[in-house]
């Protein structure tokens, strides 16, 4: 038996922080569970390998989401996020064109009219279930408006999006959960055809219609490409962004005093999410693949090793992040690490510090204090994305 740390372990899931840390301390670089791959985590380390793409492939993610009982290729594969440089660069650029602070500004008014309603209805229930009610919905319609989908459905993008992660993650013999797979792929490539065709026929100012007309030196996007484009951001844009909701919604309720100061202080809102962000970051991890012998940390990798680089370990690191275990929203700047770092720095960090924002200032501004139905989060069973399944609350007006 091996007595790697596996990090899929329920004690690891329920709290991570005390074994990174641990890492950190005694193995900053050592081979974990499951599959053996090679952990980082501390601060430097995790930056180096996120900045030197030509070492550390990104190819290589394909691994964790590809399978073969898919019979298929899975078209997030596709996406920018799987893809090294040059590849990546092109694709980016064109993608970028889409991201324009003009696209954010049109959001905010409809981020700020769906906020208020499931507020009211969040006050009208009192017990909800902050995930389902609350934190999926914003990221939802943001979503579904940028790229003009039905908004009827917007309760299906989770379920979508849950099938989607779970593809890397799904046993061999589980050919429920397989079935279902495949059935979610199918379902989701028919139906994003069918809005890229229809506006093909007819452009309009969505960002569905920007990616059709963008051109880097003449090119366009294939249809491959945007197809694996509109799977990535279903992905990228709702499921982190839900966590980072509710893992806003625990430090409220964790933090009774924080949630004063918030709410007498709206301008303190982007401080909060910064240190939600530092101290639960929703992506926890990220994987890479080495191109070849390389010495990181002063431990050999050979060609070919997967490397998971622990964002939420290098946001606790001690050498950057003084007392790093306490939620503490004076600390200084921005935390970019939590997106990412170098050629594959979230092109949606803007829109989800947006996002959150709004929400939290709509919430805050009626809801006066919020408190956990539960001891024990139910957490989404992942090694690179934490977020509470459902998150039961009771919520009080102000
Ligand atoms: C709190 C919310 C979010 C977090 C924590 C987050 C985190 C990340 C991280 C860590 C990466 C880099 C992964 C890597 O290097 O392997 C990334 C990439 C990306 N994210 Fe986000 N993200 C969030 C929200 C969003 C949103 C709202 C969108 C778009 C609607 C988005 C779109 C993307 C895209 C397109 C990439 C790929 C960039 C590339 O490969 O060049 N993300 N995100």
Redesign the pocket.
């Known amino acids: 038996m091996s007595n790697r740390l596996n990090l899929m372990a329920p004690e690891i899931r329920e709290n991570p922080y005390p074994f990174f840390a641990e890492l950190r301390r005694n193995a900053p670089v050592c081979q974990v569970d499951p599959g053996g791959m090679w952990a980082v985590s501390r601060y430097e380390d995790v930056v180096h390998v996120?900045k030197t793409p030509q070492l550390f492939s990104?190819e290589g993610?394909r691994l964790a989401t590809e399978a073969p009982w898919l019979g298929r290729s899975n078209p997030v594969s596709d996406?920018?996020?799987f893809?090294d440089p040059p590849k990546?660069g092109r694709l980016?650029a064109l993608?970028s064109r889409a991201f324009t602070p003009a696209t954010l500004a049109r959001l905010e008014p409809g981020i700020r009219a769906r906020a208020g309603e499931l507020v009211t209805e969040l006050l009208n229930r009192r017990s909800v279930d902050f995930v389902e009610d609350f934190a999926m919905p914003v990221?939802a319609s943001?979503?579904g408006s940028?790229l003009g989908l039905d908004p009827s459905l917007h309760s299906r993008f989770k379920l979508w999006a849950n099938d989607i992660i779970a593809i890397g993650g799904t046993r061999p013999d589980d050919t429920r959960q397989q079935e279902q797979c495949r059935r979610t792929v199918v379902e989701m490539e028919t139906y994003l055809q069918e809005v890229l065709d229809n506006r093909r026929a007819a452009l309009g100012d969505d960002m569905v219609s920007e990616l059709i007309r963008a051109r880097v030196d003449g090119e366009s996007l294939t249809n491959e490409e945007l197809m694996g484009?509109l799977f990535?951001?279903l992905l990228?844009?709702l499921e982190?962004?839900t966590?980072?909701l509710s893992h806003s919604a625990r430090m409220l309720a964790a933090h009774p005093d924080v949630m004063a100061r918030l709410r007498a202080d709206p301008s303190l809102i982007p401080r909060f999410i910064e240190e939600v962000?530092r101290y639960e970051?929703?992506?926890q991890a990220?994987?890479r693949v080495c191109t070849r012998d390389v010495v990181l940390g002063g431990v050999n990798l050979p060609r070919g090793a997967p490397v998971l680089l622990l964002?939420a370990s290098a946001t606790h690191d001690e050498r950057q992040f003084p007392d790093p275990e306490r939620f503490n929203i004076d600390r200084e700047g921005q935390q970019s690490l939590?997106?990412?770092?170098?050629?594959?720095?979230?092109?949606?960090?803007p829109?989800?510090r947006l996002?959150?924002r709004v929400a939290l200032d709509v919430l805050l501004a009626r809801v006066g204090r919020v408190e956990l139905r539960t001891e024990r989060v139910d957490w989404v069973p992942s090694l690179t994305i934490r977020g509470a399944k459902t998150l039961p609350v009771e919520v009080w007006p102000a």
Request: net charge neutral; with cysteine.
């Open positions: 996120l990104s993610m996406s920018m996020l893809l990546h980016r993608v990221p943001v979503i940028l484009f990535l951001l990228a844009g982190t962004t966590n980072l962000l970051p929703p992506s990220t994987l964002q939590p997106f990412g770092h170098g050629i594959h720095f979230c092109l949606g960090a829109l989800a996002e959150a």
